[in-house]
């Protein structure tokens, strides 16, 4: 597996963030060294782009050419330039539909407008989610008269048991017409049937004409499956779910443990 990694893209939460959400002196460095080699650093979360501003300004991706794919995949931003690439939206039958699923199957709804965390009711997801990203949670009772225009993400949140059931009674219903992904075990994510985080990042690699095999993908959950099967090397955090682990070329360290960069090292660096 002695590939010249030209890029690297990495989930944040369970991922490069330990448990405290905070990227490790000791990572950061390591991450700075690849930059220094030339590697393009690339973070890819399910997380909205302002809640990954804070990773993006610490690591330096401004000043080294880095990019972040934000909604798992909906939306690219060229750091160096605050440019977004792509923004692929929900439709707005698709929300219409995620409106009533959620009012029928009686479950929580979220979705983002204009820098704001918005449901129909506050609960404990939601609230994590503020937590989570920084971002003010907003309740708005009649959503369907307040989203009048596309978003790039809707969740629906509810007990992680439930929430499987549900997604397994969706996948028919659903076919081809959105993304679904489990991110947390409470959130149901959805996002445009052409978004997910591998086709952003062939997106981003023909355009600026690297080879996706000398891609190294790094993360944990379920929405992090495509870019870690369809990357050059595709690692997953010990951390992980076991499912997405099968897909691994390479299982590193858990997310307290420096294991986003011990892969660096390993598979990039060569240290």
Same mark, same amino acid.
């Given at each position: 597996?002695?590939?010249?990694?030209?890029?690297?893209?990495?989930?944040?939460?369970?991922?490069?963030?330990?448990?405290?959400?905070?990227?490790?002196?000791?990572?950061?460095?390591?991450?700075?060294?690849?930059?220094?080699?030339?590697?393009?650093?690339?973070?890819?979360?399910?997380?909205?782009?302002?809640?990954?501003?804070?990773?993006?300004?610490?690591?330096?991706?401004?000043?080294?050419?880095?990019?972040?794919?934000?909604?798992?995949?909906?939306?690219?931003? /060229?750091?160096?330039?605050?440019? =977004? $690439?792509?923004?692929?939206?929900?439709? %707005?039958?698709?929300?219409?539909?995620? !409106? #009533? @699923?959620?009012?029928?199957?009686?479950?929580?709804?979220?979705?983002?407008?204009?820098?704001?965390?918005?449901?129909?009711?506050?609960?404990?997801?939601?609230?994590?989610?503020?937590?989570?990203?920084?971002?003010?949670?907003?309740?708005?009772?009649?959503?369907?008269?307040?989203?009048? /225009?596309?978003?790039?993400?809707? =969740? $629906?949140?509810?007990?992680?048991?439930? %929430?499987?059931?549900?997604?397994?009674? !969706? #996948? @028919?219903?659903?076919?081809?017409?959105?993304?679904?992904?489990?991110?947390?075990?409470?959130?149901?994510?959805?996002?445009?049937?052409?978004?997910?985080?591998?086709?952003?990042?062939?997106?981003?690699?023909?355009?600026?004409?690297?080879?996706?095999?000398?891609?190294?993908?790094?993360?944990?959950?379920?929405?992090?499956?495509?870019?870690?099967?369809?990357?050059?090397?595709?690692?997953?955090?010990?951390?992980?779910?076991?499912?997405?682990?099968?897909?691994?070329?390479?299982?590193?360290?858990?997310?307290?443990?420096?294991?986003?960069?011990?892969?660096?090292?390993?598979?990039?660096?060569?240290?």
């Amino acid at each position: 597996m002695n590939k010249d990694i030209k890029m690297i893209v990495m989930d944040l939460d369970d991922t490069l963030l330990n448990d405290d959400l905070v990227i490790s002196d000791y990572t950061k460095q390591v991450i700075f060294n690849a930059q220094k080699k030339g590697i393009k650093i690339v973070l890819a979360s399910g997380r909205p782009a302002p809640a990954i501003e804070k990773y993006a300004k610490e690591l330096k991706l401004k000043e080294n050419n880095g990019y972040v794919i934000s909604y798992n995949g909906a939306v690219l931003t /060229e750091m160096s330039t605050g440019t =977004i $690439l792509n923004r692929t939206t929900l439709t %707005l039958e698709n929300i219409d539909f995620l !409106l #009533k @699923t959620a009012k029928d199957k009686n479950l929580f709804f979220q979705t983002y407008i204009n820098g704001k965390v918005v449901t129909d009711r506050h609960n404990q997801y939601t609230d994590f989610e503020g937590e989570l990203t920084g971002m003010p949670v907003i309740k708005i009772e009649n959503l369907k008269d307040e989203i009048k /225009e596309e978003v790039v993400k809707i =969740i $629906l949140m509810d007990d992680p048991d439930r %929430l499987k059931l549900v997604e397994e009674e !969706l #996948k @028919t219903e659903i076919g081809n017409t959105m993304t679904m992904n489990i991110s947390k075990p409470f959130f149901l994510e959805f996002t445009n049937t052409l978004v997910d985080k591998d086709k952003t990042i062939t997106y981003l690699c023909n355009k600026i004409g690297i080879d996706k095999g000398s891609v190294m993908a790094i993360g944990d959950s379920f929405n992090d499956l495509s870019m870690i099967k369809g990357c050059g090397i595709g690692i997953v955090m010990s951390n992980g779910h076991n499912d997405v682990k099968k897909h691994a070329h390479h299982i590193t360290h858990c997310n307290n443990t420096d294991g986003v960069a011990t892969a660096i090292n390993r598979f990039a660096l060569a240290v």
